[in-house]
């Protein structure tokens, strides 16, 4: 059998424009012409031709260059400015520039507002080409790790220890400048001691800092907006992240990284996050039981929209049944009291405005002491005690909404359409942590995720390349 063997000695003849050197069907295209389609003013970007002083790099070409490269998985700036030299679809994309990785990583740091646009105007670009509805979304949370340790997470004695620490040595370091500088044969030490000097006074200034911004709780010295999240994975520093898509094609409408440890009263917020990008109303909202709040829904609610959220019990595979559960006790509207199932009356007694709840018992405790049900309906001596929340029927509505068919139907879409992005950023794009810190710089990298996921998906959708880019063209 014979072999094939490789010259690299062999001349050849180059393609004589880098526009030849990228086929027509690959996938590069469709960013370059993504980012071309966005309306710069809009996204937030400053474009002068005539601006005075030192030429500087494209801010469009630095948007595609990143965008592309978290596409790629490629987040870290030297990878990128490596990728400008010898991957062939970033030169093509770059024409050729090649900036290096401290001006890649400045564009990212100065333009996190329009990073964190991006997405929106994305969501608005699929709207224009009927890729998102707008009337069904649904919404999900993920834990992510921060870029910070664990162990700086620190309550306020830890850091004044802390910030005592630093100032005792660096007491020490310069009694011993001091020393060196009264003996002239320590000369080459002194050096070694001022560098460290100045290393010890930024860390007082940032405890400092630190100290001034806590608020009786912990703070992490590293990314001060992280908070300790817990996840499968045990517990780390992160954030919160969430992510609303729509139903047609599970495309992102929203992204937002937030320091909620759960999910619980998101659900309003994210959804007016979706409106306001896509510039319409949902009909339908859907969310697992992690955001089961009713005091948080009802807005909702009252705005006509129909949720889909089931509550704790309604999401166990199989609950728990229980005779004398709260479900056995007839609520009567017009008496504002409860029946027992031995047909004993429950009347008001507390009402707990901290946790929007309604209390009700028999007046008589020894009613319940001599039932015969009595240590298994309840075994207090006061007798059993019902709380009704005061938005007890906005709490029924919503259970009559999931167990109904179209609910069902709905929520079981769910996890098609909204873990699927979670499942892209952490696995395919290798995101399980951010690289930047601070809220802003967070959201700024979550947009740019979620925008990848959204294009990859828009190429499936659209049926290739080309036709994407001839949409992208009209809606230009």
């Known amino acids: 059998m014979a072999y094939r063997y490789g010259n690299r000695r062999q001349l050849t003849f180059l393609p004589d424009a880098i526009e030849n050197y990228i086929s027509e069907e690959d996938p590069v295209r469709v960013y370059d012409a993504f980012i071309d389609a966005l309306p710069k003013e809009e996204l937030g970007l400053e474009l002068n031709d005539n601006a005075v002083g030192n030429s500087s790099y494209d801010p469009i070409t630095m948007l595609k260059i990143l965008v592309y490269g978290y596409s790629y998985g490629w987040r870290s700036s030297r990878k990128i400015e490596r990728a400008l030299y010898h991957n062939l679809s970033f030169i093509w994309l770059a024409g050729a520039l090649k900036p290096d990785h401290k001006t890649i990583s400045n564009f990212r740091s100065e333009h996190k507002a329009v990073l964190k646009n991006v997405l929106k105007q994305c969501a608005r670009m699929c709207l224009k080409l009927d890729l998102i509805e707008g009337n069904t979304i649904f919404v999900d949370g993920g834990k992510f790790r ?61 405890i400092d800092q630190l100290l001034g911004e806590i608020k009786g709780e912990k703070i992490n010295g590293t990314d001060p907006d992280c908070q300790i999240m817990k996840g499968r994975q045990g517990s780390h520093a992160g954030y919160n992240c969430q992510i609303v898509t729509d139903d047609a094609h599970g495309l992102v409408a929203s992204t937002d990284a937030t320091t909620s440890k759960n999910d619980l009263n998101e659900l309003n917020k994210q959804v007016g996050n979706a409106e306001d990008n896509l510039g319409n109303h949902a009909e339908n909202v859907c969310a697992d039981a992690g955001y089961s709040s009713v005091e948080d829904i009802k807005p909702l609610m009252d705005k006509g929209k129909t949720v889909i959220v089931p509550n704790n019990k309604q999401a166990q595979k199989e609950p728990k049944e229980n005779q004398f559960s709260k479900d056995a006790f007839l609520y009567n509207p017009d008496q504002d009291t409860y029946t027992c199932p031995e047909g004993e009356e429950m009347y008001r007694y507390d009402y707990n405005n901290g946790r929007n709840r309604i209390g009700y018992r028999m007046k008589n405790p020894s009613v319940c002491r001599s039932c015969i049900h009595f240590g298994k309906c309840t075994s207090s001596k006061m007798g059993r005690r019902i709380y009704r929340l005061i938005n007890e029927a906005a709490k029924e509505e919503l259970e009559k909404i999931y167990e109904s068919n179209e609910g069902q139907q709905i929520y079981r879409r769910r996890k098609l359409r909204v873990e699927h992005p979670f499942g892209h950023i952490k696995r395919n794009l290798g995101a399980g942590a951010f690289l930047l810190r601070g809220l802003e710089g967070v959201n700024a990298e979550l947009s740019i995720l979620a925008t990848c996921f959204n294009v990859a998906r828009m190429i499936t959708i659209m049926g290739g390349v080309r036709p994407l880019i001839e949409n992208l063209k009209i809606i230009k």
Request: aromatic letters at 2%.
């Open 146 to 206: 921060a870029n910070a340790g664990k162990s700086q997470t620190k309550d306020l004695t830890s850091w004044e220890k802390c910030h005592k620490q630093v100032e005792r040595r660096i007491e020490e370091l310069l009694e011993e400048s001091k020393k060196i500088d009264e003996d002239e044969e320590g000369k080459e030490s002194l050096v070694k001691i001022n560098k460290e000097l100045k290393s010890k006074e930024r860390l007082k200034a940032k």
